[in-house]
């Protein structure tokens, strides 16, 4: 076969998967390619939080957080069990660590424990409460030079000015030291005078833009080319193994030859409305996910195609997002949990613990749905002094910006609703009153004594991580019996689909029958999930894609036998 272009390990898909793939690959001496398709770097990944889920690694050590590999194996096992096979659940638990150690020594990579972020399932054996979920830091996109302009960097904050999470954290609880910490870092926002003059966004990137620029500024270092607007397009075989793969580049056609495999990290394919239909239950479609456009299932057809073996096409990494005026569609993952706010279906019922893990409310949400009380979409129902202090998702508390100051777009487009009593707002919702109000009034009784018997909101500490410390006795539960009420519509949203190829603990692409494809591996969201259809805590989809990518790159370079010379 002919080829254009040579090089050891060709990986499809720039973010943290993919980059991760392409700097473990050349460290250990691969000549490496990575391509992406869209114009702008980065993918999913610059769209989120960056926390990296790892459990037992050497930066928790550091800062006397008592963890181990075995007591994280103990606790995916008791989640996952032998819904994924028992050694890849195994080489995630007792590799995360490795990947870290190597990334951080090999790459500009930093991760501290964020020790407050806690598992998300407080009574299964080898839980922690706390450290296994790791904060990416801030980097300046100065270190990037031109490719500055080239990172998607788009994550929605609600601030001018990144944060990272223990910012966010210190900012949320509104004291002094978090007024502190505002002026501090809006002061080094508007002193930057040489971007602000520029018109240009904060130069000191956080969260899943800080941590795809370290990536790409640890591609920049060992000269590895990325190229954009480059769609992998076929792969390309010979007896039976995958020898490389056609890429599409400034619309030319090249044959890259990958000498020793070429990795799969080109996110899932929530973007795709047929595979969503034809994999996953309705009501779906592509509307409502989070997660970057790039997600359109490229990889796992590609990989279907020769055979390849698919795991939880099903399944999401779920969260209710909402979608704005003028399109974006954002996660809700901080704001169900605040005192004085329940989320209801079409019966004005509750049909969720609110407070619990994103991904399990949307679960709830389906549930709901198929049991015909009309969930998707749902509501998040709150009252005004809810309003008055607390974020809602993207919209800030009307003690920062009141009613009068929101975009009008926000109530036309049905996004957010007011109304001066219950009964009113139920009418503009088009929902059952008398459920609506039967409910307020049964979660109002129980709210004012902290507890919740209906759905047990508040009982766990991770149901508490995002609520109100100051209201007690239980930091998730206030009435909603101060008008005006108010309404968010949410969607059975994802921040990326879960099912793709079937891989093993190598992350090589199996067969149904269980025999890998040579030369083909596959990390991320391409790849069927590690962590089944769970979601043990805040970082696990890029915890485990950058620790599959690392493993790939590790057994496709070391590998002497698989090498196709
Ligand atoms: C709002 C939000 C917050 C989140 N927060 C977190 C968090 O804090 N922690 C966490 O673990 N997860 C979080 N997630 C989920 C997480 O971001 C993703 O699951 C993860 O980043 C996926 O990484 P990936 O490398 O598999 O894919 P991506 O980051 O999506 O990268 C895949 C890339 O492949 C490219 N591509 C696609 N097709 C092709 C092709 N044919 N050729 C070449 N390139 C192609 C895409 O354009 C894309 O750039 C969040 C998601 C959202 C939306």
């Known amino acids: 076969m002919q080829y254009d272009q040579e090089v050891d390990w060709l990986v499809a898909g720039s973010g943290a998967a993919g980059m991760t793939g392409a700097i473990v690959a050349h460290q250990l001496g ?7 398709k869209e114009p702008r770097y980065g993918g999913t990944t610059c769209k989120s939080g960056g926390v990296a889920w790892l459990p037992g690694n050497h930066r928790q050590a550091e800062l006397g957080i008592d963890d181990s590999a075995e007591e994280g194996w103990r606790y995916l096992q008791a989640l996952i069990g032998d819904s994924v096979s028992p050694p890849r659940l195994r080489a995630f638990a ?25 598992d998300y399932y407080p009574t299964q054996p080898g839980y922690k409460s706390g450290g296994r979920s790791m904060d990416p830091g801030a980097f300046s996109l100065r270190e990037l030079g031109p490719e500055a302009e080239r990172i998607r960097n788009d994550y929605d904050s609600l601030l001018r000015c990144n944060i990272t999470v223990p910012e966010g954290r210190k900012l949320g609880d509104m004291g002094l030291a978090a007024m502190w910490l505002g002026v501090r870092l809006y002061a080094r926002y508007w002193l ?7 018109g240009k966004p904060d130069q000191r990137v956080t969260l899943g833009a800080g941590l795809v620029a370290r990536l790409r500024r640890s591609l920049m ?16 075989l010979e007896d039976g193994r995958v020898t490389g793969a056609v890429v599409v580049r400034e619309g030319v056609e090249q044959r890259i030859r990958a000498r020793r495999g070429v990795l799969l990290a080109m996110g899932g394919f929530s973007h795709n409305a047929a595979m969503r239909q034809a994999f996953q239950q309705a009501p779906i479609g592509a509307d409502w996910t989070a997660a970057a456009p790039g997600a359109t299932g490229d990889g796992i057809r590609m990989g279907q195609s020769l055979g390849a073996a698919l795991g939880f096409m099903r399944s999401a990494w779920w969260s209710p997002t909402y979608r ?4 974006r569609v954002l996660a809700l ?8 706010s329940i989320m209801v279906n079409r019966k004005g019922l509750r049909f969720t613990n609110e407070a619990q893990p994103y991904e399990d409310v949307v679960k709830d949400q389906y549930a709901s749905e198929a049991r015909g009380e009309g969930a998707i979409p749902c509501y998040l129902v709150f009252d005004a002094r809810y309003r008055q202090q607390y974020p809602v998702g993207h919209i800030k508390p009307g003690k920062m910006v009141g009613d009068g100051q929101l975009p009008k777009a926000l109530f036309s487009s049905g996004l957010l609703t007011r109304a001066e009593s219950l009964d009113e707002l139920a009418a503009a919702l088009d929902i059952d009153a008398a459920g609506l109000k039967a409910t307020v009034e049964r979660f109002n009784r129980h709210a004012r004594e902290g507890r919740d018997p209906d759905y047990g909101r ?5 149901d508490r991580y995002y609520a109100d410390p100051k209201v007690q006795p239980n930091p998730c539960l206030g009435p909603l019996d101060t008008a005006p009420y108010y309404a968010l519509r949410c969607e059975a949203g994802d921040l990326d689909t879960k099912g793709g190829l079937l891989c093993d603990e190598h992350g090589r692409v199996l067969k149904e029958s269980g025999e890998a494809i040579p030369g083909l591996y596959s990390a991320g969201n391409t790849s069927a999930a590690v962590m089944g259809d769970t979601y043990p805590g805040a970082g696990a989809t890029i915890g485990s894609a950058m620790t599959f990518a690392y493993l790939a790159a590790l057994h496709a370079l070391n590998d002497e036998e698989s090498a196709n010379e």
Do not use: C, Q
Not at 30 to 36: D, P, Q
Not at 333 to 340: D, N, Q, S, T
Not at 458 to 462: A, K, L, N, Q, T
């Open 324 to 327: 704005m005026p003028d399109g």
């Open 221 to 236: 270092d060992r000269d590895i080319p990325l190229w954009l607007n480059a769609p992998l397009g076929e792969l390309l």
């Open 192 to 198: 930057d005078l040489s971007a602000r003059l520029r």
């Open 333 to 340: 993952i901080a704001g169900k949990a605040y005192p004085g």
């Open 30 to 36: 691969g000549r490496v390619l990575v391509v992406e």
């Open 458 to 462: 508040g009982d766990s500490e991770h």
């Open 94 to 118: 007792t590799r995360a660590g490795d990947m870290l150690d190597f990334m951080m020594r090999h790459s500009r990579v930093e991760f501290t424990p964020l020790p407050e972020y806690m």
